[in-house]
DNA sequence: CCAGTATTTGAATCTTTCTTCAATTCGATG
DNA sequence: CATCGAATTGAAGAAAGATTCAAATACTGG
């Protein structure tokens, strides 16, 4: 058993656990052993907390994203050139594997927030949140005379978005020529004909 | 209950049945008697002709991917010309809406390859003879000269089919402004700048 | 129309998971 | 350092799901 601890601690300690149990039997797989195993308790102490499973699995989701979403913002900062702003952005937006926890736990909401009012929330609210750090980059690099859009940005953003979320799925789905190299090349040749700035290669 | 039926209608049925409880609940969440109730069966006939849960849920996938697949094969037939080809095309990755079945159920697969190899293989299997789809349509137009493409085929395809995958979830989760119509748009936006041409649009 | 076989049911059983709660333990507080 | 309250256990009971199988039923070929 883990040492006693205090409520807020133990709260989180298990948002924690139910993570990386929803990692291992997915979002409907998930039961309370396997949270409670994780979180190296019994399924008693996990009901103390949180009477209501499904309320964990949310919490646990919902934490998830915003780790994720901050983790971005935290490689933006200090960048100034909006080119090497929109490479590293592009970079984070991807699995650094196929077990990339982050982003495994992003996929497996797709399929559960066609059925989850809740989950579709969460996920609708972070696309339009990174489609808005996108925009942001890419507004600025446009008026900075660094980038010359092809289009409306917003649309440029959009696409960014999902197609780090597509390449984010073949990743961690394990495709035999698609890894994290190759999605961000992918990517960047989009980004490349966009903004016609050729985003640090050479040539 | 359902009428008697021979073993190969009864599994075909079964297979349908299967599909629409995991639509219900979720690869991880279909149980025997969610698939007996769509069935019109008892748990027990549904083990008679598939002792493997597990095994039924492949099936359903795999049917559902071809299905998928197929269709979009079929709305090609009879087009020669490669822009209208890839209008069609890039309609017919996408949801008709938000409960289109077909799309909803690739999307179930996203969370569950990460941890199934078989889930992994069908759905990159579906990725690639996609891209394919799409190559061919691409190579083809650039060898009449109605495309000029903007860069490597293969490359574009993956990304045209990665913008797809993306919509189509955004569309299954109800993005408040991101319906078919909007998503074909977006996607068309990308296809019209990498083959230079308008694709249909006036002007 | 009969016999034989394949399909399906229904009920019993077993297993897994959820829920409840009295008893225990730990840690903070005065 | 004794007390109190919060956190946790463990065991018991209930619920849900899986599995088995004998009996019933409907189809098929002759």
New interface residues.
């Given amino acids: 058993m883990s040492s006693r601890k205090s409520r807020a601690d133990r709260r989180v300690d298990l948002i924690e656990a139910a993570r990386r149990a929803i990692?291992?039997?997915?979002?409907?797989?998930v039961h309370l052993n396997h949270v409670a195993e994780e979180a190296g308790l019994t399924s008693g102490a996990v009901l103390y907390h949180y009477p209501d499973l499904g309320e964990l699995l949310v919490e646990a989701h919902h934490a998830g994203m915003e780790q994720f979403y901050e983790l971005r913002v935290k490689r933006l900062a200090g960048l100034s050139d909006p080119a090497e702003k929109l490479v590293v952005t592009i970079h984070s937006g991807l699995p650094v594997g196929?077990d990339d926890p982050g982003v495994?736990l992003l996929?497996?909401?797709?399929?559960?927030?066609?059925?989850n009012r809740v989950?579709?929330v969460l996920?609708?609210t972070l696309?339009d949140r990174q489609v808005a750090m996108y925009q942001s980059i890419l507004d600025t690099g446009s008026a900075l005379g660094v980038f010359t859009l092809?289009?409306d940005s917003l649309?440029i953003s959009?696409?960014l978005?999902?197609?780090e979320?597509?390449?984010g799925?073949?990743i961690?789905?394990?495709?035999?020529v698609?890894g994290p190299d190759q999605a961000a090349e992918?990517?960047l040749?989009?980004a490349r004909?966009?903004t016609g700035n050729t985003l640090g290669a050479a040539g």
Same sequence: chains 1, 2.
């Fill in positions: 990692l291992r039997h997915g979002t409907q797989g196929p495994r996929n497996e909401l797709g399929g559960a927030a066609a059925r989950y579709a996920l609708t696309f092809a289009g649309l959009r696409n978005v999902a197609l979320d597509a390449y799925y073949r961690t789905a394990r495709h035999p698609i992918l990517i040749s989009y004909t966009v």
